[in-house]
C-alpha cells in the first residue's frame, strides 16, 4: 500500500460546483496532516491544516478520519481560481519532521 | 520577508557537468530539504538538514551531494549530471518538530533542470 494515495483526477467541475477529495494514509502512527495547493508549474503552498476535529477556512473544509486512515477536502462554490493540483500530505511517521506528499488531485473549474 | 528563495530558476546541463542550486530562507527555520518533482511520480526527498553543519539522505539521494554551512543557506550539488536528473527542484524549509507536531514545510519557487 502507497504511503499517500490520492485520486489523480482530473475533476471537472462547474463554477460554484461543491467538490470533494479523499485521501488515504497507511501509518496508523502519523499525526500530522495538511492540504497543499499548487498551481502549473509553481511551487507547492499550504492550503489548510487538518486537525482532529475537523476545520473550516472559508469555502474549504477539511475533515481526518483516523479510523479508516483518511483525510478529506471539501471546497463550496468552487471558484475559477480553484482550478489547481491538491496535494494531500501526512508526516512520515509520529514525531517525524519529514512529510510524505501525495501525487496530487488535479481541479479544473469550468466557466 | 522573502521567505524561501531558489538560484537559478532554469539551467540546462549537458551530461557530465556539474552544478550547484542554491537555497536560502528568512524565516529562520531549523530545518531545510531538498526535493524533485517528476511527472507522475509526485514529490521525493533527496536530502534533508535538521541544522547547521548537519545533513542527511532522503529517499532518492544519489547522483546528488548538501552542504548546509549557514543556517539560512541550504546547497544542492549535482557532480556530474544525468538525464534522468532532469526534473523541478524545489526547496522547503520548516521549523522543527515539536513534541510529536510536525510544522508545514514553506517551498521555494522551484529550479527547472534539464540535462541533455
Known amino acids: 500500500r502507497k504511503e499517500v494515495e490520492q485520486d489523480p483526477g482530473p475533476f471537472n467541475v462547474p463554477e460554484g460546483a461543491t467538490v470533494a477529495f479523499n485521501c488515504t494514509y497507511s501509518?496508523?502512527?502519523?499525526?500530522?496532516f495538511f492540504w497543499y495547493r499548487q498551481d502549473c508549474r509553481k511551487e507547492p503552498k499550504l492550503l489548510m491544516s487538518v486537525y482532529s476535529s475537523g476545520n473550516e477556512d472559508g469555502r474549504f473544509t477539511a475533515q481526518l478520519n483516523r479510523a479508516s486512515q483518511y483525510i478529506s477536502l471539501l471546497i463550496r462554490d468552487s471558484k475559477l481560481s480553484d482550478s489547481a493540483t491538491y496535494l494531500c500530505v501526512v508526516n512520515t511517521q509520529a514525531g517525524s519532521y519529514q512529510l510524505t506528499f501525495g501525487k496530487g488531485t488535479k481541479l479544473s473549474v469550468i466557466p | 520577508n522573502a521567505g524561501v528563495t531558489q538560484t537559478p530558476k532554469f539551467r540546462v546541463l549537458k551530461t557530465g557537468q556539474s552544478m550547484t542550486l542554491l537555497c536560502a530562507q528568512d524565516?529562520?527555520?531549523?530545518?531545510m530539504y531538498w526535493y524533485r518533482q517528476d511527472p507522475g511520480m509526485g514529490l521525493r526527498l533527496i536530502h534533508y538538514?535538521?541544522?547547521?553543519?548537519?545533513?542527511a539522505k532522503g529517499e532518492v539521494p544519489d547522483g546528488y551531494n548538501v552542504s548546509r554551512l549557514k543556517k539560512q543557506n541550504f546547497l544542492l550539488g549535482l557532480e556530474s549530471a544525468a538525464p534522468s536528473q532532469t526534473s523541478v527542484y524545489f526547496c522547503?524549509?520548516?521549523?522543527?518538530?515539536?513534541?510529536?507536531?510536525?510544522?508545514?514545510?514553506?517551498f521555494g519557487p522551484g529550479t527547472r533542470l534539464t540535462v541533455t
Open positions: 501509518n496508523s502512527a502519523s499525526q500530522s
Open positions: 524565516m529562520n527555520h531549523e530545518y
Open positions: 538538514s535538521v541544522g547547521e553543519g548537519t545533513t
Open positions: 522547503a524549509s520548516s521549523f522543527s518538530s515539536d513534541r510529536g507536531q510536525t510544522y508545514e514545510q514553506y
